[in-house]
């Protein structure tokens, strides 16, 4: 059974950072692109972040430079540093896998931003 398990989450103040995790299993991690999603109360969940393997990397508007998305394909593992953290940044935060044939989601893991 494909599992993608994200944590890192957690309760930060303004300007502080987190760095999220995903670990990956049971599918070929490094054929699939791989990206961060988030969730926030009462709106739709929005992609953050695509690392799709090599260079490729893209990124929402609104991360503006304070996001970095990286993958390690030996430990099958996707993250994403956040720097400089806001107040709208408070979400569920998901991991995503995706190819062609298949999408693969994880339950989440809880980021909240407040003084």
């Known amino acids: 059974q494909v599992q993608l398990v994200e944590s890192g989450g957690g309760l930060v103040q303004p300007g502080e950072s987190l760095r999220l995790s995903c670990v990956a299993s049971?599918?070929?991690?490094?054929?699939?692109?791989m990206s961060w999603y988030r969730q926030a109360p009462g709106k739709e969940r929005e992609l953050v972040a695509t690392h799709s393997g090599g260079l490729t990397r893209n990124y929402a508007d609104f991360v503006n430079g304070r996001f970095t998305i990286s993958r390690d394909n030996v430990k099958n593992t996707v993250y994403l540093q956040m720097n400089s953290l806001k107040p709208e940044d408070t979400g569920r935060y998901y991991c995503?896998?995706?190819?062609?044939?298949?999408?693969?989601w994880g339950q989440g893991t809880q980021v909240t931003v407040s003084s």
């Open positions: 049971r599918f070929t991690f490094s054929s699939f692109a």
């Open positions: 995503n896998a995706r190819n062609p044939y298949y999408d693969y």
